[in-house]
């Protein structure tokens, strides 16, 4: 689990992008949460989700995504789910969270 910073010098934005690192989500969800709300304290402009590595997503992995974007809504901080596999995809379409996510 990592949170990188990038910064653009062209736009100047502070952007936060935080990776599972392993195919499972459930052992990591809590650190996810966790660097997550620090991103959001640090008031990004955007925090990236890096889904790449993920393979599994159970129930509560996905209710903590969609209160990260639900936050992120409120405040204003863009939010991106990135690399996921068809898999996660999959999960996405069946859920109806899709869109939500795009959005």
Same mark, same amino acid.
Request: overall charge negative.
């Given at each position: 689990?990592?949170? &990188?910073?990038?910064?653009?010098?062209? +736009?100047?934005? %502070?952007? !936060?992008? #935080?990776? $599972?690192?392993? &195919?499972? *989500?459930? =052992?990591? #969800?809590?650190?996810?949460?966790?660097? $997550?709300?620090? *991103?959001?304290?640090? +008031?990004? +402009? !955007?925090?990236? #989700?890096?889904?790449? !590595?993920?393979?599994?997503?159970?129930?509560?992995?996905?209710?903590?995504?969609? /209160?990260?974007?639900?936050?992120?809504?409120?405040?204003? #901080?863009?939010?991106?789910? *990135? %690399?996921? =596999?068809?898999?996660?995809?999959?999960? $996405?379409?069946?859920? /109806?969270?899709?869109?939500?996510? &795009? %959005?």
């Amino acid at each position: 689990m990592s949170l &990188k910073d990038s910064q653009t010098k062209s +736009d100047e934005l %502070n952007r !936060k992008t #935080i990776v $599972f690192s392993e &195919k499972s *989500a459930i =052992s990591q #969800i809590e650190n996810v949460r966790e660097l $997550f709300d620090k *991103a959001v304290e640090e +008031d990004c +402009d !955007k925090i990236t #989700i890096d889904l790449e !590595k993920l393979e599994y997503l159970c129930s509560t992995s996905l209710a903590v995504l969609v /209160r990260m974007k639900k936050i992120t809504v409120e405040k204003t #901080i863009e939010f991106e789910l *990135a %690399n996921p =596999s068809s898999y996660i995809l999959e999960i $996405f379409r069946t859920t /109806r969270l899709l869109e939500f996510f &795009k %959005n």
